[in-house]
């Protein structure tokens, strides 16, 4: 099925087309059209006349509208999840439970933005004041650009459009090149809803050309950005005065603790080290585990991978699917590979069939090694032997990366400790860093970003604060 560009309410079609391929099988699931600058800079001229309308639209047709999309996309549950695991081969489990988040995002959206309001100030409360009427509001900041990657192709595009749609804003959004039709399936749920404000929605896809065009333009007041540190750096270079965005890479660690429920750790660091192929920026890469319980944790964590299904996406019971691209493969034995090369072991056979490449738990670890030191966006995780928490926490923040953060401890004084003293956006006790909940602030420190996602915070990363003051 073709995807195809929305220059707001208007769908175009192209001559130049592009095929993606599914990463399990090769075939053909999607074909969409190559767009250029010409097409970007068309769109966001639309974007801005519609922000406009979207400015003057009321806070109850909004919501009905990200209701009514939350809705359909209820009812199209299975095709979704479909296209999902056609486009990137994630497990159609998974796939499923992606579409319940966007749901949810979408909703939580509509449910945020009816309770954000500004509030009244003190304009008397310091000597150089005197009593007025004064407050302030939050307005839309006019248009939004949100670029969006491969992993969650529909509900990292949720985050970004619902929370731009809801706060009255009109959106240009760039998605992935590897999802084209998940992302035109779902722009097309809110461009065609009864409650929509027209022309709010553009979508064009592209890689630099279409990208660099979309940040370099002054039109768009926002940039949301969610990928990779070299592009992101390239967008705060280029974008100019514009608020800017940025949920980028991670490194995310783990400390095992001495009083930690061995099971439940292994149990859930195995997930949060080979979910989705551990193709997820807080995927669990580096565990650092106290030496004194350290062969029997590994033993743990090596039997809990085992128990993973790896294979067809299409199977209800795979838990881990394909890698992205062969590029992804190439990477991923290569980080093997040098580790090995440096002193490091496998704790499992390594091995690989096609885009399959089966899970790694990495033995005799040191810091030097590079599979440590830099994000392997692969199903590859590390064990290092640590004498106790303090070493933990200096070689986990010991890192350009700053995203999420876990530790697994009994010990309560330990837990108060690790939320205090560890350096990222995001410390989670008793499970793994890769854990997320859609309402949460979502962000890092450091090279993982800048500013935070969840609908709450995401709205306001959208709005501009006006401040009144009557006499």
């Known amino acids: 099925m073709e995807a195809k560009i929305y220059f707001g309410s208007l769908e175009a079609a192209k001559e130049k087309l592009s095929q993606r391929c599914s990463p399990f099988n090769g075939e053909v699931v999607s074909t969409a059209p190559v767009c250029d600058a010409d097409d970007a800079l068309k769109a966001l001229a639309i974007a801005q006349n519609a922000a406009k309308e979207a400015k003057r639209s009321t806070l109850s047709q909004r919501c009905s509208w990200l209701l009514d999309v939350a809705d359909k996309l209820r009812e199209n549950k299975e095709d979704i999840a479909r296209t999902i695991t056609d486009e990137v081969g994630k497990p159609i489990t998974f796939s499923r439970i992606e579409v319940e988040r966007a749901i949810e995002t979408i909703t939580l959206s509509a449910e945020t933005m009816r309770t954000m309001h500004g509030e009244t100030i003190n304009t008397d409360a310091m000597p150089s004041g005197r009593k007025s009427i004064s407050y302030f509001t939050r307005e839309p900041a006019g248009v939004v650009v949100a670029i969006t990657p491969f992993n969650f192709p529909l509900n990292l595009v949720a985050h970004k459009l619902a929370p731009a749609l809801v706060a009255g804003n009109a959106v240009v959004l ?210 290092i032997k640590v004498d106790d928490f303090e070493t933990a926490r200096d070689k986990m923040n010991d890192s350009p990366y700053g995203l999420q953060f876990s530790v697994f401890t009994n010990d309560l004084s330990l837990a108060k400790r690790a939320i205090d003293e560890l350096d990222a956006g995001g410390i989670i006790i008793n499970d793994m860093p890769t854990l997320r909940f859609d309402i949460q602030p979502y962000g890092g420190v450091k090279l993982s970003g800048v500013g935070r996602e969840g609908p709450r915070f995401a709205i306001e990363e959208m709005t501009e604060i006006k401040s009144v003051v009557i006499n």
């Open 174 to 383: 760039k998605p992935t090149p590897e999802a084209p039709l998940t992302a035109y399936k779902f722009a097309k749920l809110f461009i065609e809803s009864k409650y929509a404000v027209k022309d709010a929605l553009s979508v064009v896809y592209g890689d630099a050309e279409v990208g660099s065009a979309l940040i370099t333009s002054d039109i768009p007041r926002v940039v949301s950005f969610t990928g990779s540190v070299p592009v992101g750096n390239i967008i705060t270079k280029n974008a100019g005065i514009k608020k800017v965005s940025l949920e980028l890479g991670g490194n995310a660690a783990t400390y095992i603790d001495r009083t930690a429920d061995l099971d439940l750790a292994a149990g859930k660091c195995a997930i949060g080290a080979f979910v989705n192929s551990g193709q997820v920026c807080i995927s669990l890469q580096r565990i650092y585990v106290n030496s004194g319980i350290y062969d029997e944790f590994a033993k743990k964590m090596a039997e809990a991978t085992k128990k993973l299904v790896v294979g067809s996406p299409y199977d209800d019971d795979t838990f881990m699917g394909p890698l992205i691209d062969e590029d992804a493969v190439s990477r991923a034995k290569n980080w093997v590979e040098s580790a090995i090369s440096e002193g490091a072991s496998s704790l499992l056979t390594v091995k690989s069939e096609g885009r399959l490449f089966y899970p790694c738990v990495m033995a005799d670890v040191t810091d030097e090694m590079k599979i440590v030191c830099e994000e392997v966006f692969a199903p590859i995780v590390s064990l």
